[in-house]
Structures are given as structure tokens and as C-alpha cells.
């Protein structure tokens, strides 16, 4: 703008006579054309000097960097004397006042995002790097008990069944890994792989072919434990709480499957968001709630929430605060949320139905 103001000068002395041949516009003729001057000016130099210039760069990155890298890499050795003063001066100014100063160089994780959804807008990163990258961001963030799989999910092996018990069990392995407990899965005594069960004697206990059990708090977050994984080798850990109770279980695939997507196992039970004809949704209740937001492109929405639950069922509890019956709905942003179907006290599958911006959203998506 204050380059087509500028700039405007001359240029409207050029076109004020055209304008002065209006009659109507003849007494504003000045004023007239020092505006369409600006605005024009304006106008190029918004599209000739940034968008176009920025667009042919992200399409030819590479070529351009390798062009323009030597006659920068001059200017910034010519002008580097200037900037150490100008940066000496204003860290002085700084140190005098006692503020803190934050290095400029520095690139926030929105500035990293905002650039990964330009580049995907732009073709130059796939739709797929982009998902995947977002996730990482996400998973920095999450619990691992929104990871886990729920105590009352856990398949366990009693510790004094023999191998050959368990060779002949009706149901097949659906895991690789398995808990071995005492009497209840609160008493976690070691985990066992399928591998070694078939390789073990028939008839030896499987505390004696039994591998340690790893135990961490609730409070570790997913990147923590999965250094714990690298550093034990062991990749099935417990979760257990302040007061040492079992909260869940967690593997290394859960970890993976939270970047990129889930791979179910043969077998295993899958929580499912299925789409009805009328353009509502029929959720599984204990689908993790990130996955829920993230399946609606809102996953961002989970770090503006200060939860102690993990899947939708939880969320339900947490926004009603009483166990609901069967019908009651309520609503919560752009979703409409209605408890269809309980079993006994748990609340097994919702139907959502989302706000016309969201659907639009979706739909542009």
C-alpha cells in the first residue's frame, strides 16, 4: 500500500486528465486517480512481487535454492559486520533493561505445520507425508493411556497352566504376546510369546518360560515410554496408577499404529466409525477419543481439553456427569451425540451427528 501511495505520484498526474473528462467524477478527478493508482500498484505488487515469485519457488525448490545459494551466501558475508553490530547493539539494549531475548532462528511446531499444509496445498508434500507428520506432532502430546488397551480388555494366561493347556485352548492367538497373572490381571507375573509357548515342553508351567514384565506410571507420555522400549528391549509394557492398580497395556505397535494408523491384528476386535446413509455417524463407545476427533479432522481440539478420559464413552461421562440412559443426547461443539445402546453400565455405541459447517468441511476435504 505504501508503495502504490509512493509510487502513486506520478503516475495519477498521468491519469487525472482521463478522469477529468468524467463529468461527475471531475471535482474528485485528484482523488480519483491517486486511489486506482494505489489500488493497482497495490494489486501488482502483491501478485507479481510475492504469490507468483512464492508459488514458482515451492514448485522448484530445489532448482532455485541451488541458483540463488551462492549470491546470498556472498551478500551475507558483505552485509554479516552489519548485522553483528545491529544484533551486539540490540542484545545490549536488552541486557541493559534485563529482558530476556528469544533467538529469532528459532521455528515453532504451528510455523512447521502452517508450512507442511502449504507444501501439501501446493503438491510439492504427498497427502500421506502430511498426515503422518501431523501425527508425530500429536503423539508428542498424548498420554499413553489413550493409547492403551483397557484392563477389561486384556487377555491374560493363568501363570500355573501348563503349555499344553494352552495349545488346546478353543480360541485362536490373536497376539503375539500375552500377560501370565495370578488369579486376576491385577497380578501381573511376566509375559509370554507365542513363539517360546510352541518351542516350550508340553508340560512345563508357563511361569518357567515366563519374560519380565515392564511397569510404568500413567503419567509418562507416549515418546517416554517409547524410549523405555529401546533402552529394555521389552515391548509390551503394564500402566498402573498413583495407587499401583492396573490401568491398561500398551505395546510398541500401539505407538506405530498412532503415526501411521491402525493395523489391526488377525482377530482382534476393531472400533468402528461407520457412516449412515442418512449422514450420521454410528460410533463404537470406546473408540480412544483422539482417534474419534481425528476421523471429524479436529484432532487439534484434544489438546484444548483438560479430560481424564480416553475414549468417547469417557467423554460422555465427563460431559454429562451421570451415567445416561438409553436416548438422552447432548451437544458439544459442532457434534450432536446420542447414547443408542448400553450394556448394563457402559455405554457401548453413540450416534453423532455433526454441524452443517463440519459436514461442508468434510465434504471440501
Known amino acids: 500500500i505504501l508503495t502504490g501511495l509512493y509510487s502513486g505520484e506520478k503516475f495519477s498526474k498521468d491519469l487525472q486528465p ?12 485528484q482523488s480519483v486517480s491517486t486511489t486506482l493508482v494505489v489500488i493497482i500498484v497495490t494489486f501488482l505488487s502483491i501478485i507479481l512481487g510475492e504469490l507468483i515469485p512464492k508459488r514458482i519457488a515451492l514448485q522448484r525448490a530445489a532448482q532455485i535454492s541451488l541458483l540463488v545459494a551462492a549470491p546470498m551466501n556472498l551478500l551475507s558475508k558483505i552485509a554479516y559486520p552489519i548485522v553483528g553490530l545491529l544484533s551486539f547493539v540490540s542484545n545490549s539494549f536488552f541486557k541493559l533493561f534485563k529482558m530476556k531475548t528469544h533467538s529469532d532462528s528459532a521455528v515453532t511446531e504451528e510455523e ?16 500421506g507425508e502430511k498426515v503422518i507428520i501431523e501425527r ?43 500377560p501370565i497373572c495370578e488369579e486376576s490381571v491385577d497380578n501381573i507375573k511376566g509375559l509370554i510369546s507365542i513363539k517360546d509357548l510352541f518351542k516350550a515342553n508340553p508340560f512345563t508351567p508357563l511361569h518357567k518360560i515366563a519374560k519380565p514384565a515392564l511397569f510404568v506410571p500413567e503419567n509418562n507420555k507416549a515418546y517416554q ?35 501411521v494408523g491402525d493395523v489391526p491384528d488377525s482377530g482382534q476386535e476393531e472400533y468402528e466409525i461407520v457412516k449412515r ?18 476421523y471429524f479432522d479436529r484432532a487439534d481440539w484434544m489438546n ?16 454429562l456427569e451421570h451415567i445416561p440412559n438409553t436416548g438422552e443426547t447432548f451437544e458439544w461443539r459442532d457434534f ?30
Not at 112 to 127: D, F, N, Q, V
Open 225 to 259: 515410554l517409547l524410549e523405555k522400549f529401546k533402552s529394555t528391549k521389552i515391548h509390551t509394557c503394564f500402566i498402573v496408577n498413583e495407587y499401583g492398580t492396573l490401568e491398561g497395556m500398551i505395546t510398541l505397535n500401539d505407538i506405530l499404529e498412532a503415526i
Open 18 to 29: 482521463a478522469i477529468e473528462k468524467i463529468p461527475f467524477l471531475q471535482p474528485y478527478a
Open 304 to 319: 484444548q481439553e483438560e479430560q481424564d478420559f480416553d475414549t468417547v464413552a469417557g467423554f460422555v461421562l465427563h460431559e
Open 136 to 178: 508425530v506432532f500429536h503423539l508428542g502430546d498424548r498420554s499413553i493411556t489413550s493409547l492403551m488397551t483397557h484392563r477389561t480388555d486384556i487377555v491374560w494366561f493363568d501363570m500355573n497352566a501348563t503349555v499344553e493347556d494352552i495349545r488346546n485352548r478353543e480360541e485362536d492367538f490373536a497376539f503375539s504376546t500375552y
Open 112 to 127: 512447521i505445520k502452517a508450512m507442511i499444509s502449504e507444501g501439501s496445498e501446493y503438491g510439492s508434500i504427498e497427502e
Open 336 to 365: 450432536k451425540i446420542e447414547i443408542i445402546d448400553m450394556d448394563g453400565q457402559r455405554i457401548d455405541k453413540v450416534l453423532v451427528t455433526i454441524s452443517e459447517d463440519l459436514k461442508e468441511e468434510m465434504e471440501d476435504d
Open 277 to 294: 446413509d442418512d449422514g450420521s455417524y454410528l460410533v463404537d463407545a470406546q473408540i480412544h477419543f483422539y482417534n474419534f476427533l481425528s
